[in-house]
């Protein structure tokens, strides 16, 4: 099975399982077959997602978020098919575009994290959806930022699903997560572009990440 087919089961796995924000200012421009394309501009910087509403979405509905791997875009991410999974499961979908094709995965409370909590906490109020029930899955460098969102926000994300991910060891020393939360993840054990002993040798094993789970 390849890792595009994994990325997308991990949606419907997570479904069944106080700090100021900055202000942001929300402008949509593009409609990519349902989607709605929208920059926002946070701390004088424009960030982008693309969101996907199932028609009828009901109220109290969770929020997953996808997060793109190292070079490759939200639209990319946003073809691979959550969609339909999103359709019959009755959730809001994000995919949120990180700044050159990439992810600050190397420091802690990065804007980043800033970006990504205060897009969440936003698409909660502005869509009726459940705060308890918002969840991120990601990628490569993607899943890297779900490790860090799990350390870094987990009063926002309740639960992440990192697909052939890591955590480095810089982030990993001093981790103090604010709550306990479920953990699931996929990781080939012949990847050798991100190992599962740990990335570039001498970074936490996934199954390190996974017992501190």
Not at 16 to 45: A, F, R
Not at 157 to 175: E, H, N, R, T
Not at 196 to 210: A, M, Y
């Amino acid at each position: 099975m390849n890792r595009a087919i994994l990325f997308v089961l991990i949606s419907t796995i997570l479904i069944g399982c106080s700090k100021n924000e900055p202000p942001i200012t929300i402008v949509n421009d593009l409609n990519p077959e349902n989607g709605v394309k929208t920059t926002y501009t946070i701390n004088g910087v424009q960030r982008q997602f693309i969101l996907y509403k199932p028609s009828n979405l009901p109220s109290n509905a969770p929020l997953v978020f996808v997060l793109l791997g190292y070079t490759q875009t939200a639209e990319r991410f946003y073809s691979i098919g959550f969609n339909q999974i999103a359709d019959t499961a009755n959730f809001l979908l994000c995919f949120p575009q990180g700044i050159s094709n990439a992810w600050n995965i190397y420091e802690n409370n990065s804007a980043d994290v800033i970006f990504l909590r205060t897009l969440a906490k936003d698409l909660q109020v502005q869509h009726s959806l459940s705060s308890t029930k918002t969840f991120a899955a990601g990628f490569s460098m993607g899943a890297a930022m779900c490790n860090v969102l799990a350390l870094d926000a987990s009063e926002t994300f309740k639960a992440v699903a990192p697909v052939a991910g890591f955590v480095l060891q810089s982030i990993w020393s001093v981790k103090n997560p604010q709550y306990n939360i479920p953990y699931f993840t996929i990781h080939g054990t012949a990847d050798q572009t991100v190992p599962i002993t740990g990335f570039l040798g001498s970074n936490p094993s996934t199954q390190t990440i996974v017992d501190y789970w």
